[in-house]
């Protein structure tokens, strides 16, 4: 990949900081240009991001020097990453809105490239839901965010919304650089994508189950989906026909992906039997119940006596029932959730379940496993491959298993 970076900046008082990861690009062999909203230029001239990255630096979209290219179109097709630092609420907007009003906005409508914005602006405007919402909307479209850090702010308040520091941002683009993150391009049109699961076929399991005890009391776990619908996406953007299998999950399902809802285990267990035949490839991220209520109690249990015992009996395991009808063409992937011994207890669930790879993660670290947007996991292959990943966003993590899983599959079993 082409070292070339566009930095777009945004009005913000972080302003200055982008100053120094310029800097720190150009030292480190990036061709950068920089992209300035009109309200950037009044924290930082547009003449020190020039004198810095040695270019060039855009501020207007009529602005056309060079008559032989439209110079926004010029830009956009640049860089093999963006990055927005600082991303204030107004820039955020504009990009969820589909606004292109100044240079900067028209760049990134206009890229193909992967974006990553590095949002900075005050506590209350990053609480407010319509920030919330245009994050959201757009880490869905594929946008990367480095969360902003927490401490004072400019503003003189004191919470999240002050920008990461260069270095950390500098950090992010050398992983990029590296294949140590995915990022993909949000647009449809980007070449990025290798479409190197095309005519496989795809099961998925995600999300938690609910083990009900009565019409309206359940058992389940902490599972928010992601982790699943991440492969799900992934897959799917990689040319996979995919079908995900999903308890109970407040997430929307990837575009272009089958969703079957389920509750309980028995239901997910029927589901996965039926359209397992069919997959090339099952991956099992679902935190699957081991246990339901041996009873379930059609009227709403009463209030009675001092303490309630319940009993309690086995779900059906849809993983190792799939691992004993596994056929030689099919590759099994499973997830460990673990608190204690990861790499062990992982490769026994490897062996016992008759897998081709298992990916551990410990549940108690900060950042992983259960409802977190990041995870740290170990890759285990049967055939003794070993890949420690570390902590980064699920929707990045999702494509470099799937690279190992693919590299992995074409040896012999
Ligand atoms: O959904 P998120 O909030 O993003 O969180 C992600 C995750 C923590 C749920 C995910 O990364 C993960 O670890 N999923 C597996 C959770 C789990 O149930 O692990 P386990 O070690 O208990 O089970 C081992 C494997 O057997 C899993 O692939 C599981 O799907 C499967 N299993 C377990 C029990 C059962 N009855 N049937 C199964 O198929």
Redesign the pocket.
Known sequence: MEKKIVVGVSGGIAAYKSVTLVSLLVKRGYEVRVVMTPSATKFVSPLTFQTMSRNRVYTDTFSEEDPGVVSHIDVADFPSLVVVAPATANLLGKVAGGIADEMLSTVLLATTAPVLFVPAMNVHMYTHPAVQENLQRLRRWGYGILEPAEGLLACGYTGKGRMEEPERIFQFIEDFFQGRVFLKSPNPASRGLPQDLAGKRILI???PTQEALDPVRYLTN???????YALARAARERGAEVRLISGPSTLLPPSGVERISVRS?EEMYAQVMRYLPEADWFI???????YRPKVFETQKMKKKGESLLLELVP??????AAGERKRKDQILI?????TEHLEAYARE?LLK?NLDFI?A?N?TEEGA???SDT?HVLLLSKRGERKDFPLME?TSLAHLLLDEIIKGQGEPK
């Open positions: 399991t995600a999300g902490r599972s928010s989906g992601k982790m699943g285990a099992a991220a679902a935190a699957v119940a081991d779900t059906p395991d849809i993983l190792k499973g997830f460990a959730a673990e669930k379940k990916i993660n549940v496993g259960f409802d995870n699920k």
